[in-house]
């Protein structure tokens, strides 16, 4: 397989930790969305929406969409499950996963920010304070579903990872880069660390990739 992606894309670190706890192997490809790779004639032909990432099959289907990549690969690979056996779990776990990647993620992607900055001229801290607003917001929002909830086990639910930490994880990371504590949002600090002390989504951390700048590079063993 070959994944399609980009250091820093949180929808990439997504598909990432799903390939490495299945333990399936791949290529990535790197598409430097900085550099606006993502929007060149032959990443669009592959994906015509111009996201990342894109998973490419070993017969040439193109995949698209972390949550959708998510559950092909869940149906489609053997390894640990990663969504739970009965129906009012997966409904929980894939709540959780899409109150992050469906409501919170895009509101802060590059696409976004630049129409704040280029089209409404949005200055400098206003566009930090509405990354840290939609950020902030959400921690709060999966700490309410989490805090005291039955189901909420070692991880967002039960004691295996999810889909809910394949999200979950990379919203955290996103909310620290903008400077948020997570004092507040206990439960989904302990849940956090709990994915992170996993193999899988260390590996798969932004600061842990063949794309990632030198400078931010840092040893995969320390989340
Ligand atoms: N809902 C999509 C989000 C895809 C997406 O927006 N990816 C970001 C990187 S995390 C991207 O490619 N952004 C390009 C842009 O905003 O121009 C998914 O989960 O795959």
Request: contains cysteine; glycine residues 4%.
């Given at each position: 397989?070959?994944?399609?992606?980009?250091?820093r894309s949180l929808a990439?670190?997504?598909?990432?930790?799903?390939?490495?706890?299945k333990g399936v192997a791949?290529?990535?490809?790197?598409?430097?969305?900085?550099?606006?790779?993502?929007?060149?004639?032959?990443?669009?032909?592959?994906?015509?929406?111009?996201?990342?990432?894109?998973?490419?099959?070993?017969?040439?289907?193109?995949?698209?969409?972390?949550?959708?990549?998510?559950?092909?690969?869940?149906?489609?690979?053997?390894?640990?499950?990663?969504?739970?056996?009965?129906?009012?779990?997966?409904?929980?776990?894939?709540?959780?996963?899409?109150?992050?990647?469906?409501?919170?993620?895009?509101?802060?992607?590059?696409?976004?920010?630049?129409?704040?900055?280029?089209?409404?001229?949005?200055?400098?801290?206003?566009?930090?304070?509405?990354?840290?607003?939609?950020?902030?917001?959400?921690?709060?929002?999966?700490?309410?579903?989490?805090?005291?909830?039955?189901?909420?086990?070692?991880?967002?639910?039960?004691?295996?990872?999810?889909?809910?930490?394949?999200?979950?994880?990379?919203?955290?990371?996103?909310?620290?880069?903008?400077?948020l504590d997570l004092a507040?949002?206990?439960?989904?600090?302990?849940?956090?660390?709990?994915?992170?002390?996993?193999?899988?989504?260390?590996?798969?951390?932004?600061?842990?990739?063949?794309?990632?700048?030198?400078?931010?590079?840092?040893?995969?063993?320390?989340?």
């Amino acid at each position: 397989m070959k994944l399609y992606s980009f250091w820093r894309s949180l929808a990439s670190f997504r598909v990432r930790i799903a390939l490495n706890l299945k333990g399936v192997a791949y290529e990535q490809i790197a598409v430097d969305i900085d550099r606006r790779q993502h929007r060149d004639g032959a990443y669009a032909a592959l994906n015509p929406q111009m996201a990342l990432p894109s998973l490419v099959l070993d017969d040439g289907t193109v995949l698209t969409q972390s949550l959708a990549i998510l559950d092909y690969l869940d149906e489609a690979c053997p390894g640990p499950a990663l969504l739970p056996e009965d129906a009012k779990g997966r409904a929980r776990v894939r709540a959780l996963a899409a109150m992050i990647a469906c409501d919170a993620h895009p509101l802060t992607t590059p696409r976004v920010q630049r129409y704040l900055t280029e089209v409404l001229h949005v200055d400098e801290a206003a566009r930090v304070a509405w990354l840290r607003h939609w950020a902030a917001e959400m921690l709060v929002a999966v700490e309410a579903q989490l805090a005291g909830h039955a189901a909420t086990g070692r991880f967002a639910h039960g004691d295996a990872p999810t889909i809910a930490d394949v999200c979950l994880a990379g919203h955290v990371i996103f909310a620290r880069n903008q400077g948020l504590d997570l004092a507040e949002t206990p439960t989904v600090q302990r849940v956090f660390d709990a994915a992170m002390a996993l193999p899988a989504f260390v590996s798969a951390h932004p600061l842990a990739q063949p794309d990632t700048p030198e400078a931010m590079r840092r040893k995969p063993a320390a989340p």
